[in-house]
C-alpha cells in the first residue's frame, strides 16, 4: 500500500521569498514521486518527478525537490515566489505493480502569494 | 495540439439522468485513466485501462461505466446520475510499462447535478 500525506493544506508567503511545500510518502516499493500544479480551474500539469536517479530534481518555472529515503520526505521548494505561483500543488506517489501505474494524490497544498 | 482532450468541458444536467464524457489522447499512449476530483480538490483514480482492456476498477458504482473504442479514447458513462457525482473528472493517459513514466492528464470535466 502506498500514500502521500501533505503537512499543510495551506501556505501564504510573499512574493520573492522562498516556497517550501511538505510531503511525506509511504510506499512498499521503491517509489515514484511526483509534485502537480492545478491552477483555477485548470487541469493537473506536471511540475517534476523522481524516479530513482539523482535525489535532487529540478522541475518547471523554477521549482525543486529533493528525495530523502531516510526521511521517507520529498518536499517541494522554490528559492523565490511569483505571483503566478498561487495554485494548488499535488504531492503524488506511483504504484508500479502490474501492467497499469497507479497513481495516489495527496490532500493537495494550496498556495498564495502575496505582494 | 492538445494532447489529452476531454468533451464536454461543463456539464449540467439533472438527477437521474445518464450522461457521457468523451476522452482522446494523440500521444500513443497504450494506458488511460478516470479521476474524480471532489468539492474539497482530492483526486481519486476511477479506472484504467491498457490497450482497451480494464486493468484497475476502484470500487467504482456500477452506474459508472467506461468504454475504450480503441487505445486512443476511453469515455466515461454515467447512469443516473446522482447529487454526489458532481465533482471535476479528469482523463490522463501514460506509455505501459514504463516505470516511472509521467501520466498527462486532460483538462478536466466539471459535472454539477442538480
Known amino acids: 500500500a502506498q500514500s502521500v500525506t501533505q503537512l499543510d493544506s495551506h501556505v501564504s508567503v510573499s512574493e520573492g521569498t522562498p516556497v517550501l511545500l511538505r510531503c511525506n510518502y509511504s510506499?512498499?516499493?521503491?517509489?515514484?514521486l511526483f509534485w502537480y500544479v492545478q491552477h483555477p480551474n485548470k487541469g493537473l500539469q506536471l511540475l517534476l518527478k523522481y524516479t530513482s536517479a539523482a535525489t535532487l530534481v529540478k522541475g518547471i518555472n523554477g521549482f525543486e525537490a529533493e528525495f530523502k529515503k531516510s526521511e521517507t520526505s520529498f518536499h517541494l521548494t522554490k528559492p523565490s515566489a511569483h505571483m503566478s505561483d498561487a495554485a494548488e500543488y499535488f504531492c503524488?506517489?506511483?504504484?508500479?505493480?502490474?501492467?497499469?501505474?497507479?497513481?495516489?494524490f495527496g490532500t493537495g497544498t494550496r498556495l498564495q502569494v502575496t505582494l | 495540439d492538445t494532447a489529452v482532450s476531454q468533451t464536454p468541458k461543463y456539464l449540467v444536467t439533472q438527477m437521474g439522468n445518464d450522461k457521457s464524457i468523451k476522452c482522446e489522447q494523440n500521444l500513443g499512449h497504450d494506458t488511460m485513466y478516470w479521476y474524480k476530483q471532489d468539492s474539497k480538490k482530492f483526486l481519486k483514480i476511477m479506472f484504467s485501462y491498457n490497450n482497451k482492456e480494464l486493468i484497475i476498477n476502484e470500487t467504482v458504482p456500477n452506474r459508472f461505466s467506461p468504454k475504450s473504442p480503441d487505445k486512443a479514447h476511453l469515455n466515461l458513462h454515467i447512469n443516473s446520475l446522482e447529487l454526489g457525482d458532481s465533482a471535476v473528472y479528469f482523463c490522463a493517459s501514460r506509455p505501459s510499462g514504463v516505470r516511472g513514466e509521467t501520466q498527462y492528464f486532460g483538462p478536466g470535466t466539471r459535472l454539477l447535478v442538480l
Open positions: 503524488v506517489v506511483s504504484d508500479h505493480s502490474g501492467t497499469a501505474s497507479k497513481l495516489t
Open positions: 510506499s512498499s516499493y521503491s517509489p515514484s
